[in-house]
């Protein structure tokens, strides 16, 4: 497969929807060091993280867009002239989700619809969009919106393939270091000598930002529309999350959240024959392409039935890992 990283990336211009969140900062730092484009588009609609990017990153390709993904005509604005758009604006605190549904529904879902029709109209050579293991079987609002986004994505090919636009998805698990990490809350709460836990036998995925970024570059290198990448990584038991954080504290069970999965889901059991697995990544195929899609070549098939879930997964962090992790 034609890798986009062996390109000159130096020659192309990039943009990053919700490029002021935690992906956001993460991508910019990685894009400006490693790959240095001609131009890195961030396009947010919080002005004042802005301003603190600006400040913190003083480079004259950085351009800055104030702007909303459910707003069509700034997203094509912005769009003018770009190469690649790695997609990460989204609504995701599930709460919020669930208590303002419309609210997530447009961002989530219709600002995706914007980002794809933007993208084909302006000629953009390729679109990955960031998901999440929450699409997967989803039981709340926000999964639920992700699993449309991803749709959206994969048959946005269906229109922008043979105008030269290019879609796929990236699916990952738990970031450490992002906003809404557990990690945060059971650092405040261990100075109290006691954090809450809603299930001690919750398992989660569990990757470090720097790694989720790295692998959604390589996946843009790869696309060729329509697939949906998932890398392998390993899951965390939270009672050894709890053990690794905050040692010695007291444990209150508070039960699981409105929304909340006991274990979450990479790839399930009728998505799986649709996937490649790979030594690092699953790739799953399009389930009806109708553009020129390929399979990706050289992976070999699960099992039949197999699931690629947090709580059977072959690869776990020790606590020395997840200390590790945590302190960095």
Request: one cysteine or more; hydrophobic letters at 40%.
């Amino acid at each position: 497969m034609a890798e986009l990283s062996a390109f000159d990336w130096s020659e192309s211009c990039v943009m990053v929807t919700g490029g002021t969140g935690s992906f956001g900062n993460k991508f910019v730092e990685i894009m400006l060091r490693k790959y240095r484009p001609r131009r890195l588009v961030i396009f947010s609609r919080d002005e004042l993280k802005q301003s603190e990017m600006i400040a913190r990153f003083s480079d004259p390709s950085l351009r800055f867009f104030v702007g909303d993904v459910r707003d069509r005509e700034r997203l094509e604005r912005a769009m003018h002239g770009v190469d690649v758009v790695f997609h990460a604006a989204a609504l995701k605190q599930i709460p919020s989700c669930e208590y303002n549904p419309f609210e997530a529904i447009q961002t989530n879902v219709m600002g995706t619809k914007n980002v794809i029709d933007a993208a084909i109209d302006q000629g953009v050579k390729r679109v990955v969009a960031i998901s999440t293991d929450k699409a997967v079987n989803p039981i709340n609002l926000y999964g639920a919106t992700k699993l449309c986004a991803e749709k959206l994505a994969v048959q946005g090919n269906a229109y922008g393939h043979a105008r030269g636009t290019l879609f796929g998805v990236v699916r990952y698990g738990n970031v450490i270091g992002s906003r809404g990490s557990v990690i945060p809350l059971f650092r405040d709460q261990r100075a109290s000598g006691k954090v809450t836990v809603t299930d001690p036998a919750m398992t989660r995925f569990w990757l470090r930002l720097e790694q989720g970024v790295e692998f959604v570059v390589r996946c843009a290198g790869q696309m060729q529309g329509g697939e949906i990448f998932v890398p392998k990584i390993p899951s965390m038991r939270i009672m050894d999350l709890v053990n690794a954080v905050a040692p010695g504290c007291k444990v209150e069970v508070i039960g699981i959240r409105p929304g909340e999965k006991l274990h979450e889901i990479l790839i399930s059991e009728d998505e799986s024959r649709q996937a490649h697995e790979f030594d690092d990544m699953f790739i799953l195929e399009p389930l009806f392409p109708s553009w020129a899609s390929t399979p990706p070549e050289g992976g070999k098939r699960p099992a039949p039935g197999y699931r690629y879930s947090s709580d059977t997964n072959q690869s776990w962090l020790s606590q020395e890992e997840m200390r590790g992790l945590s302190d960095g």
